[in-house]
């Protein structure tokens, strides 16, 4: 029997909740401190958006990182297995995570608008450079990855021009929001002006082909893509519907292994070494 590759099994790292804004969102400070609701997968309201820091694991630090951000309409955030859990399994391959509770434009009685988590997500690309080199992470290897309505705010960072930045500005907001590579996992049809070139962003997406609402708009963006010159790749799977996540609960085989086309594509791309790593020696 063949045996598993073994690595030191140093514990994780205690995940860290940073605000993007220290008195609240700028115009909705009042806002910040209305509590949020969680169930067994999700949480809402967001009123104090922040990003969730899970470092990678110890000894298997890459350098690169993603701002993950989860689904839920818009309405609520999926933020244990499109957020938390993902975080950890991107640990695991020595890739940072810091998952982004973002405003919900669609929630009831929500006062907000897409614009206002468009500059949650900017700020937390901006916060997490700004602190890149406290966190030995290299700033030309930040990313963000989107899950469904989350898909949708990762695409509009990635490729829709800054909205501007709320109140007054700091110095944090005179860095760049532009993330420096994206995976999109069943994003949905949501998106702003885009002006798609040979330099944009590298992609990576993926949904199933009976998705009915999330399939077509990643087969229209590889086209855009391809007509730019610019770098993508898809993997469109022939079912297994909406939500697959991470693979953990889908009975498709493909779907419980798709995650590993995002190390490929990586390790492809540059942003990290080969994975698997070699197995520690006895």
């Known amino acids: 029997m063949l045996a598993s590759p073994v690595w030191a099994q140093d514990p ?15 115009g909705f400070e009042s806002r910040k401190n209305i509590p949020e609701q969680a169930e067994a997968y999700w949480l809402k309201p967001v009123n104090d958006p922040s990003v969730t820091y899970f470092p990678a694991r110890p000894g298997r630090e890459t350098g690169a990182a993603v701002l993950l951000m989860p689904g839920g309409a818009h309405e609520f955030l999926v933020i244990t297995s499109e957020g938390n859990d993902a975080a950890r399994w991107f640990n695991e391959r020595g890739i940072a995570a810091f998952v982004l509770r973002y405003r919900l434009f669609r929630g009831k009685d929500s006062p907000y608008k897409f614009e206002h988590a468009r500059q949650d997500a900017e700020r937390a690309m901006r916060t997490i450079r700004s602190r890149a080199g406290e966190w030995k992470l290299d700033p030309h290897k930040i990313g963000v990855v989107g899950f469904s309505a989350g898909g949708e705010l990762a695409r509009v960072t990635l490729l829709s021009p800054p909205v501007p930045a709320p109140g007054k500005g700091d110095a944090i907001d005179r860095l760049s929001a532009r993330p420096d590579f994206g995976v999109l996992v069943f994003p949905g049809p949501l998106h702003g002006e885009e002006k798609i070139t040979r330099d944009s962003p590298p992609l990576l997406m993926t949904a199933t082909n009976d998705d009915q609402c999330c399939s077509q708009p990643i087969i229209d963006l590889l086209n855009a893509y391809r007509a730019a010159g610019a770098s993508s790749e898809l993997h469109m799977y022939a079912a297994g519907g909406h939500a697959f996540n991470m693979g953990e609960t889908t009975p498709m085989v493909s779907l419980r292994n798709w995650p590993a086309r995002i190390t490929d594509w990586m390790t492809d791309r540059g942003l990290l070494a080969k994975w698997p790593p070699e197995p520690a020696k006895p």
């Open 12 to 26: 994780p790292a205690t995940p860290q909740r940073i605000a993007l804004w220290a008195d609240g969102a700028p």
